[in-house]
């Protein structure tokens, strides 16, 4: 099958290293030259080019930009496409996406890859990115069956497990587990920023360990996404802070009340929960 | 020198191995005999006994009971030693039990290893658990020098890095990095269990990562750990809860607000902050 993938960085990259090695043709498309010259050499692609005229007969595209470009650059690629192509994306937030593309396109099928590293770059793609990785689809009631088909077999020989949902879902769903806990670390780094005794915040940084380290972890990483995620997902990510802000608020009060039973039972139903969503 | 080591769980037996090893003669405590038996088989200390007037002839004496335990097993302890002995505690909160003991005991100082495992009991004792971990001191104006010394050497044969601070310094950086993490991280997973829509919660479920794992790690821990340092901590902890709950709220009317400057200014100043703490 002929597949195209529109940008090529990790997620697009990765993607073409495990296509090609299925058979797959792979028709690359960058912005920049250099990326598509680095991105044959290194074999993630068959072809690239900087044009887009260069999908006009893939079966398949999927739009691997960063999400702010996946719109704009759609509505360039469709005019080099047939109707039959079937598009989908790797965006991390879907229904501003769905929304806008989905009218235009009836073969157009949602996606998000959950993959990824610290890295980024055609030089950071990696084979077996995906596997056993959640990948999740968000294709409507008017979507054709065979387009679900057809991007479900390319989806599933990557390795990845397939979650369907409606896009709105989807976006609560990363709400909860990947944009909220950015913005709760990133408070927390920030309020111990406060510490107005100096020789007490470098103590704190002294005694810093595992426990901080990691609850701190994603809020102190790429300042970039965050604002992303907020960008995109500022709705439900509103809704999940509301309601974090809130049980944060009863915890507080069960402090200042000394009520160490409630406080108690709340750690203990925090506790059972977890494994349900980690191990 | 003869060191006795009053509660044989994690840190008194560890502290048992590295002391003796170094040629001490240790004499541990415990309230339950088949403990004295264990920790004598184990090799963590050369005597032990349920009866406290084993360590009439101690020069140093650690009290490395669960932190509700140290004052009244103090208060028990007293009378069986001379005034010159030193003691010292391992309690994970220093100003209550500082103010408690400092006014009974001359040869008193507030100590705090960091350093533990998930594990307790004499059966998770271990060689060489404070190495390079942090162990801090808060001795007052009216600390002998002399007992500063020999207990700093003792400290420092542990492979220890030692802070002096002030009681109430120590508890507030701990309420810091060590106690408003667990609050912060228990409020993600509670938040997140409210989600009503069953079909998002299980996709949540499914989809949480390596963000979600490592934020709610401390959250998920232990519920009575927890408790105990709301219980100890109080004061400072409800500090840090305050300031961490302006910066939340900061964060939240930017993102109401979609001030995405603003917000990519305060998530740079966090990605700068945090290798201040951690590596």
Chains 1, 2 share one sequence.
């Not at 469709?78 to 598009?87: D, N």
């Not at 989905?102 to 610290?118: D, E, K, R, V, Y």
Request: hydrophobic letters at 40%.
């Amino acid at each position: 099958m002929k597949i195209g993938i529109l940008g090529l960085g990790l997620i697009g990259g990765s993607l073409g290293y495990d296509l090609r090695s299925q058979g797959h043709h792979i028709l690359g498309i960058s912005r920049r030259e250099s990326t598509c010259q680095r991105a044959i050499a290194l074999g993630s692609v068959n072809e690239a080019s900087v044009n887009m005229s260069l999908l006009a007969t893939a079966e398949v595209v999927f739009i691997c930009t960063p999400i702010g470009l996946i719109v704009p650059q759609f509505k360039q690629l469709i005019e080099h496409l047939s109707a039959a192509t079937i598009v989908t994306d790797v965006g991390s937030v879907k229904a501003p996406i769905v929304q806008a593309i989905s009218p235009l396109w009836q073969n157009f099928i949602g996606g998000h890859p959950m993959a990824g590293t610290a890295d980024s770059g055609i030089e950071a793609a990696q084979r077996d990115l995906f596997l056993g990785r959640p990948y999740v689809l968000t294709p409507d009631t008017t979507t054709p069956t065979t387009a679900i088909s057809v991007l479900e077999e390319i989806v599933r020989s990557l390795g990845a497990n397939i979650y369907y949902c409606q896009p709105e879902q989807h976006d609560r769903a990363v709400s909860w587990i990947s944009h909220l806990p950015v913005m709760v670390s990133a408070s927390l780094i920030a309020a111990c920023m406060d510490e107005t005794d100096l020789e007490v915040l470098q103590l704190a940084q002294n005694l810093a360990s595992s426990g901080f380290r990691d609850t701190s972890r994603v809020g102190g990483g790429n300042p970039e996404l965050g604002v992303m995620m907020a960008q995109y997902n500022r709705q439900a990510l509103l809704g999940s802070l509301q309601e974090y802000r809130h049980n944060l608020d009863e915890l507080i009060n069960l402090i200042e009340q000394e009520n160490w039973k409630a406080l108690e039972t709340k750690l203990q139903s925090t506790q059972q929960a977890r494994p349900d969503f980690v191990e």
